[in-house]
């Protein structure tokens, strides 16, 4: 009897507009059966919305540990802001709910965009995943329900024009966690008269993960047909690229694979990847010498 398939690692998709997050983490998960792997861990590092396209970190095996850490992690997006509508979902997908004949011009936008770049409050929109009073904001406001939601500080980054028309606008923006890019799409408009909503969303990066590294389900689906879908997954420290590797002894790493703490260690505060040769042995904190493990891997 063969030895189990195992994989572990991450597969980054380019998630094509039309398709939710959850479809693309269920065709990952046939993918890995297909290639011998049984009963798949999978997850994804942040979803993205059906008409949004784009960067797609999916969490595979002992990776999936990290998926609540790629949650937070910063997002790049390129979008585009049609002028002269607001939408209830301040999407192409909800109704009209405000009209105006303003269209700003390049420059406007370029005067206006120093205000939202840095640390800033946003309200998110209705139609969003947040909870109020124990219900889903888009739940309530597809019932027809009044939502409002209280305004939380996000950070721009970096906030620049990529392109424009006389109706339209396309930015590129690199933003903190808990970020909405309709809500910074709707404010923007606003601060220049007039009213407009999103009609493209391409989310470029999502933490340490880009577009270089995404691939298309048509390739998905060849690479799974060859059987080689095992060999393509990114590494799992890939995930961790932003932090600094900690190099551990056989018998330290065993200290840590049993969860037990690192005391007097050399090693800087902050977080390190724990390695014992190549192989990833724990996400650990290191505190006034002290080495505690956040997150251990079964590898």
């Known amino acids: 009897m063969s030895d189990p398939v195992k994989a572990n690692g991450w597969l980054v998709i380019d998630k094509p507009v039309g398709v939710g997050s959850t479809p693309i983490v269920g065709k990952v998960k046939w993918a890995l059966r297909e290639c011998g792997v049984k009963k798949p861990k999978?997850?994804?590092?942040?979803?993205?919305?059906?008409?949004?396209?784009?960067?797609?970190?999916?969490?595979?095996?002992?990776?999936?540990?990290?998926?609540?850490?790629?949650?937070?992690?910063?997002?790049?997006?390129?979008?585009?802001?049609?002028?002269?509508?607001?939408?209830?979902t301040l999407d192409a997908e909800g109704e009209v709910v405000a009209t105006s004949d303003v269209r700003p011009t390049r420059q406007q936008v370029e005067d206006i965009l120093p205000g939202f770049t840095g640390t800033i409050e946003q309200v998110p929109p209705a139609f969003s995943a947040l909870k109020v009073d124990g219900k889903r904001a888009y739940d309530l406001a597809r019932a027809g329900a009044e939502v409002a939601?209280?305004?939380?500080?996000?950070?721009?980054?970096?906030?620049r024009i990529v392109d424009d028309t006389r109706d339209s606008v396309t930015l590129s923006a690199t933003v903190s966690k808990g970020t909405y890019i309709r809500s910074l799409a709707r404010d923007i408009?606003?601060?220049?008269?007039?009213?407009?909503?999103?009609?493209?969303?391409?989310?470029?990066?999502?933490?340490?993960?880009?577009?270089?590294?995404?691939?298309?389900?048509?390739?998905?689906?060849?690479?799974?047909?060859r059987r080689t879908l095992i060999d393509k997954l990114l590494p799992l420290r890939a995930g961790l690229d932003d932090i600094p590797a900690l190099v551990v002894t056989p018998e330290e790493a065993s200290l840590l694979r049993h969860g037990q703490r690192l005391e007097g260690h050399?090693?800087?505060?902050?977080?390190?990847?724990?390695?014992?040769?190549?192989t990833p042995v724990a996400l650990v904190e290191v505190e006034d010498g002290e080495v505690a493990v956040l997150r251990g891997f079964n590898l």
């Open 266 to 278: 050399p090693a800087p505060p902050g977080q390190h990847l724990a390695i014992e040769g190549s």
């Open 189 to 225: 408009a606003r601060a220049l008269e007039s009213v407009g909503h999103v009609t493209m969303l391409h989310r470029t990066k999502a933490g340490p993960f880009s577009e270089k590294q995404a691939i298309s389900l048509d390739f998905l689906e060849e690479i799974t047909k």
């Open 149 to 159: 939601l209280d305004s939380r500080t996000v950070v721009i980054h970096a906030l």
């Open 42 to 88: 999978v997850g994804h590092g942040g979803t993205l919305d059906p008409l949004a396209s784009g960067v797609l970190p999916i969490a595979i095996g002992e990776a999936t540990k990290l998926a609540g850490r790629m949650l937070d992690a910063t997002k790049a997006y390129d979008f585009t802001i049609t002028f002269g509508e607001e939408t209830s």
